[in-house]
T-cell receptor, first 113, second 111 residues
Framework: NAGVTQTPKFQVLKTGQSMTLQCAQD?????MYWYRQDPGMGLRLIYY???????DKGEVPNGYNVSRLNKREFSLRLESAAPSQTSVYFC????????????FGPGTRLTVL | GESVGLHLPTLSVQEGDNSIINCAYS??????FIWYKQESGKGPQFIID?????DKRQGQRVTVLLNKTVKHLSLQIAATQPGDSAVYFC??????????FGAGTRLFVKA
């Protein structure tokens, strides 16, 4: 089992460009999450999907959109990238039961020039 | 402990010594707490968890202590090894689907 996979691993964009970060899981988990991690700060929730067919905003949703394509896949889109979106992005999954252990992907390091 | 800016708190220990990493959580209603380990260039990994009806939980070489009175969590690592070098952060579950993550503490293990 691959667990949680993310593509790409690295990306450099120019201001105003768009891109989609992909996340896939083979753990059969219901919930999926997108976080960003900035130096010296904790993970901040961008969007989450409690189950297939639903998505909700997290703490820092501005400038992002998401799609829960199916139970396995949850994508994050930047429509018009800004330098403030330079960060490391992590996708995570959770079973959706009372335990809140999350399983993280390896991350995507995004630089916006 | 929690970060107060761009620089993470750092703990440096000698190989073989015990390490104690502290965390102050924010919400007195939080009912579930997790410690994660994050190695350089990787995603966070689960280490150990504890529910709010407990004050101590032990795993393999790791122990988590919870003090709800002062909203404090600690992670103890016994016989610290070079492979333990990483950033460690606590997370609290406040209900629903959201989790609050601390900024983390960087652990350096000196050989």
């Amino acid at each position: 089992n691959a667990g949680v996979t993310q593509t790409p691993k690295f990306q450099v964009l120019k201001t105003g460009q768009s891109m989609t970060l992909q996340c896939a899981q083979d753990m059969n988990h219901n919930s999926m999450y997108w976080y960003r991690q900035d130096p010296g700060m904790g993970l901040r929730l961008i969007y989450y999907s409690a189950s297939e067919g639903t998505t909700d905003k997290g703490e820092v949703p501005n400038g992002y959109n998401v799609s829960r394509l199916n139970k396995r896949e949850f994508s994050l889109r930047l429509e018009s990238a800004a330098p403030s979106q330079t960060s490391v992005y992590f996708c995570a999954t959770r079973t959706g039961t009372s335990t809140d252990t999350q399983y993280f992907g390896p991350g995507t390091r995004l630089t916006v020039l | 402990g929690e970060s107060v800016g761009l620089h993470l708190p750092t703990l440096s220990v000698q190989e073989g010594d015990n390490s104690i990493i502290n965390c102050a959580y924010s919400n007195s209603a939080s009912d579930y707490f997790i410690w994660y380990k994050q190695e350089s260039g990787k995603g966070p990994q689960f280490i150990i968890d504890i529910r709010s009806n407990m004050d101590k939980r032990q795993g393999q070489r790791v122990t988590v202590l919870l003090n709800k009175t002062v909203k404090h969590l600690s992670l103890q690592i016994a016989a610290t090894q070079p492979g333990d070098s990483a950033v460690y952060f606590c997370a609290e579950h406040t209900g629903g689907f959201k989790t609050i993550f601390g900024a983390g503490t960087r652990l350096f293990v000196k050989a």
